[in-house]
């Protein structure tokens, strides 16, 4: 059975790109551009893996992913952080608030998806 991904980027190039490579590579893919779309997609579906951009508008990716882990029925999926943010700081701050990898765009199109099959099996 196909994993689930989700998608979380208010970049709609971004959003299409990232969802389009999961979706060749036979996931199942939802999409969300904000963190109430995230969280409702969630409700709806839970998915396997959340790749999650960290600049969001209201609530950013860090204190999604903080919610996610807070809640019972989400602090198992793993979370991959997807941002333009390239700082030390910035991946520590992303791993201290429940990341569980961290990847900087522009997205690596070979290395993207044998990191997240990894991530994946490990769960």
């Given at each position: 059975?196909?994993?689930?991904?989700?998608?979380?980027?208010?970049?709609l190039?971004?959003?299409?790109?990232?969802?389009?490579?999961?979706e060749?590579?036979?996931?199942?893919?939802?999409?969300?551009?904000?963190?109430?779309?995230?969280?409702?997609?969630?409700?709806?579906?839970?998915?396997?893996?959340?790749?999650?951009?960290?600049?969001?508008?209201?609530?950013?990716?860090?204190?999604?992913t903080?919610?996610?882990?807070?809640q019972?029925?989400?602090?198992?999926?793993p979370?991959?952080?997807?941002?333009?943010?390239?700082m030390?700081?910035?991946?520590?701050?992303?791993?201290e608030?429940?990341?569980?990898a961290?990847?900087?765009?522009?997205?690596?199109?070979?290395?993207?998806?044998?990191?997240?099959?990894?991530?994946?099996?490990g769960?």
């Open positions: 059975m196909a994993k689930r991904i989700l998608v979380v980027d208010d970049n190039i971004n959003l299409k790109l990232a969802s389009e490579m999961m060749c590579e036979g996931y199942l893919v939802d999409r969300a551009s904000n963190a109430e779309t995230a969280l409702a997609a969630i409700a709806l579906n839970l998915p396997n893996l959340v790749l999650m951009d960290l600049a969001l508008p209201g609530m950013d990716g860090l204190a999604l903080r919610h996610l882990r807070s019972e029925s989400t602090r198992h999926i979370v991959v952080a997807l941002t333009a943010f390239a030390k700081r910035d991946e520590e701050r992303a791993l608030a429940g990341c569980d961290y990847i900087v765009k522009p997205i690596d199109t070979r290395k993207l998806p044998a990191l997240l099959a990894e991530i994946l099996k769960r």
